[in-house]
Each structure stands twice: as structure tokens, then as C-alpha cells.
T-cell receptor
């Protein structure tokens, strides 16, 4: 079974500040995916990024970047130059590569103030 | 990505009744998933629905309480049976797109309140 810990329950920042969301996971699978999803106040769940467990290269996509450290089972997510529209709950979710069963963390609520 | 719609978007129901939630996808998909999000909580997988076979339920969820249909590759329903206030949640369906990618796209959710 997989377990996901998002230790930060809520983060409040002022617009243009960077925000880093922590995610630590436990899994017995040797191959798996890692995801970040965003849930704005409207409620829909928005896919943000996916990472394969065998690829530890960190990447940047626009204002989003992520830091995957397999050795410490962490998959942190950073929003650079935050905007008010980034206010949402962010979920980290590992997935068995062949099972397609997302296990969601408890979520981190991000509040970006103007 | 995928275009996914759910009906109804929200409903208020009395305890003891049942509600069927529909999920429609804009193109054929192999697997569809149903999740529950209780108020202020994270998402929990209820079951995986494949066309032509019975749904596979996760621990803590049973077919009698949450019967699922998957009549074709673009449609699925989830029924919440004999509802109680504890069933008040957002129910979301999702699909994997493209097949084998692991990327799941979610419908807008159905917000259920049981009184």
C-alpha cells in the first residue's frame, strides 16, 4: 500500500512570493508515477505534473518546478512568483505504474494574498 | 486531456434514498475511476470500472452500497444507496488518458448533501 504525507496543511503568502509544497511518500513499488493536482475553490481537480520514478531529473514548466528525490521519497513542488489565481488546495499523489490507483495526500491549502 | 461531464452537479437528498451519478467522457476509455471526497478531506478511490466486467472495489467500499455500471467505453454510473448524512461528499469520476500514461483527468464532481 502507498502512503502520502503532506505535512503543510496551509500556506499563506503574498503575491509574487515563491511557494514550495512538501510531499513525502511510502511505497513498496519499484516503478511508479508521482503526480501533483490542484483543486481551486470551484472544486474541479486539475492535473499539473507527472513524474516517473526512474527519472529523477528535476524540471521547470513555466512557473512550476519540482524536486524529486527518490532516495528520500520526496516529491516537492514549487510555484514561482505566486499569483492570486494559484490559491487552491494542492494534492500530491503517487500511483502504481500498472495499477492506476492514485493515493492522495491530505492536501496543502495555498492562499495567495494580493 | 479529456472532456468529462458529470450529472447532477449537486443534489440534496433525504436519508434512506439513493442517487445515481452519471459520468460521460468525450471519447472511449478503458478504465474509469470513482472517487469520494468528504468535506475538508482528501480524495479516496471507491472503485475502478472496466467496460464489460464488474467494478473492482477498494477496501471499505462495497457493491451493495455503491453499485457501478459501465455499459460502454464512454459512460459510467455510480449509485449511492440508502444514503445517510455520512455520505455527504463530492463524488468524482476520472479517466486515464492516454492509455498507459497514468495521467488521470477528473470530472467536475457531484456535490451530494444528505439531510
Amino acid at each position: 500500500a502507498q502512503k502520502v504525507t503532506q505535512a503543510q496543511t496551509e500556506i499563506s503568502v503574498v503575491e509574487k512570493e515563491d511557494v514550495t509544497l512538501d510531499c513525502v511518500y511510502e511505497t513498496r513499488d519499484t516503478t511508479y508515477y508521482l503526480f501533483w493536482y490542484k483543486q481551486p475553490p470551484s472544486g474541479e481537480l486539475v492535473f499539473l505534473i507527472r513524474r516517473n520514478s526512474f527519472d529523477e531529473q528535476n524540471e521547470i514548466s513555466g512557473r512550476y518546478s519540482w524536486n524529486f528525490q527518490k532516495s528520500t521519497s520526496s516529491f516537492n513542488f514549487t510555484i514561482t512568483a505566486s499569483q492570486v489565481v494559484d490559491s487552491a488546495v494542492y494534492f500530491c499523489a503517487p500511483d502504481k505504474a500498472a495499477g492506476n490507483k492514485l493515493t492522495f495526500g491530505g492536501g496543502t491549502r495555498v492562499l495567495v494574498k494580493p | 486531456s479529456a472532456v468529462i461531464s458529470q450529472k447532477p452537479s449537486r443534489d440534496i437528498c433525504q436519508r434512506g434514498t439513493s442517487l445515481t451519478i452519471q459520468c460521460q467522457v468525450d471519447s472511449q476509455v478503458t478504465m474509469m475511476f470513482w472517487y469520494r471526497q468528504q468535506p475538508g478531506q482528501s480524495l479516496t478511490l471507491i472503485a475502478t470500472a472496466n467496460q464489460g466486467s464488474e467494478a473492482t472495489y477498494e477496501s471499505g467500499f462495497v457493491i451493495d452500497k455503491f453499485p457501478i455500471s459501465r455499459p460502454n467505453l464512454t459512460f459510467s454510473t455510480l449509485t449511492v444507496s440508502n444514503m445517510s448524512p455520512e455520505d455527504s461528499s463530492i463524488y468524482l469520476c476520472s479517466v486515464e488518458r492516454p492509455l498507459g500514461s497514468g495521467e488521470q483527468y477528473f470530472g467536475p464532481g457531484t456535490r451530494l448533501t444528505v439531510t
